[in-house]
């Protein structure tokens, strides 16, 4: 007999599990769920026996594993909503942050808020990706970039873990941009960040991951190399921002350290998918910031799918290039651009998600031993989270099998 605190009866499973049936899908299906984890998942006419305090009748919805949006800055200070308005009249990029604008302005409001006001600011970020289903993100620093407002990103990430009802990863991003007061000296900065801030926050328990930007605009494979050597030294996983701009050999570099995943990849070439492929290194695609640079080289999606290197795709939500606070949008446009079926993108935003976070026993598909994380969605077939844009599709979430808005 199993003594369950939930069962979820009366649904339609997209278990999402790998399997000759698509989305995993199960017609009648229900789930028990006992100490915030899935006992049973399955057909209703295979419940084991059991007892359960609380019963949910679903009345035919679907239910899918909550999704996970697995690459955010969702913490950060002010806007930049103006400058997309001067880009939009005719300003270039670099008249802008001449100007004082672009990433800079950024850092000057993050370190200008407080933890409260950064907390407050995100939460309304928030609220667009957990109204489209999502239970788990990843919340990058990289827009205080000295030590004290880095560490201060990441204690505001934490708190949104523990307060806000989601499950949060959180990556140390120091090396996203130089700073102003370093540019004439950025080895200094390098030094600073790889051996200052990094252990700092790691031993405050902030740091679940290590990221860094990899680009001739950002940081050099030698530089990143050194901030990845400090991480695995102390037993952090790590991440990168690669080949978005160029093929600058971020994948390569990423698959010779092993890294969770390397993400954006559009002029990623063959070699480095294959290096991915052989290292196990997730492609995550970010489909918002390729529509606001209105780029026109996509991620080599027919590369990754030959050489079996699987595919997670995210928000990105961040105040420059990519001011994406919907995860169902980011289903839409990762189908409409980058022609993932609607099954990829899904598992991209579920099953694969949660390996590029480490979370793959944790979360990711409807299975026994998982995370009770779900998503109740009021629609008639999986392919309409792709298919929908701006249409309210979520009916309820359950965090730890506790249901939530």
């Avoid at 880009?87 to 409260?116: H, K, M, N, Q, W």
């Amino acid at each position: 007999m199993i003594r369950a605190d939930r069962l979820i009866t009366d649904c339609r499973l997209a278990t999402m599990t790998e399997c000759d049936e698509p989305y995993g899908a199960i017609d009648d299906g229900a789930l028990l769920i006992a100490d915030g984890r899935i006992v049973f998942a399955g057909p209703r006419a295979d419940l084991p026996p059991h007892e359960a305090a609380a019963t949910d009748h679903l009345d035919g919805r679907w239910v899918t594993p909550g999704l996970i949006d697995c690459h955010t800055h969702l913490v950060f200070g002010g806007d930049r909503s103006g400058e997309f308005e001067q880009r939009l009249e005719g300003a270039t990029y670099e008249e802008i942050a001449r100007a004082g604008g672009g990433i800079v302005s950024s850092v000057a409001a993050t370190r200008a808020a407080s933890e409260d006001d950064l907390y407050a600011s995100a939460l309304t970020r928030l609220a667009g990706l957990t109204a489209t289903g999502v239970t788990t993100l990843e919340i990058k620093s990289g827009y205080g970039l000295d030590r004290d407002s880095e560490l201060k990103m990441l204690r505001v990430a934490r708190r949104i873990g523990r307060e806000a009802g989601v499950r949060v990863r959180t990556s140390y991003l120091g090396l996203h941009a130089v700073p102003p007061e370093h540019r004439a000296d950025r080895a200094r900065y390098v030094d600073k960040a790889v051996d200052d801030i990094l252990p700092a926050a790691h031993a405050e328990g902030l740091v679940d991951a290590v990221d860094a930007y990899c680009e001739p605009i950002a940081f050099s494979t030698d530089e990143v190399g050194r901030l990845f050597d400090r991480a695995r030294a102390l037993g952090l996983p790590v991440k990168l921002h690669a080949d978005q701009l160029s093929d600058s050999g971020g994948a390569e570099l990423a698959a010779r350290h092993h890294a969770l995943s390397a993400d954006h990849i559009e002029h990623t070439t063959e070699p480095g998918v294959r290096a991915m492929a052989q290292a196990g290194v997730v492609a995550v695609l970010l489909p918002g910031a390729y529509l606001m640079l209105r780029e026109t080289t996509p991620p080599p999606v027919a590369l990754l799918r030959r050489h079996g290197v699987a595919m997670a795709l995210a928000t990105d939500c961040n105040p420059g290039t990519s001011p994406l606070a919907s995860m169902t949008a980011a289903l839409n446009l990762a189908c409409v651009q980058f022609r993932l079926t609607p099954e990829e993108a899904l598992a991209g935003a579920t099953r694969v998600a949660a390996k590029a976070l480490g979370l793959q026993d944790e979360a990711g598909t409807l299975a026994p031993g998982k995370a009770a994380d779900l998503a109740v969605w009021d629609i008639e077939r999986p392919a309409e989270l792709c298919y929908w844009l701006g249409k309210p599709l979520l009916h309820r979430r359950y965090v730890a099998g506790v249901a939530r808005g």
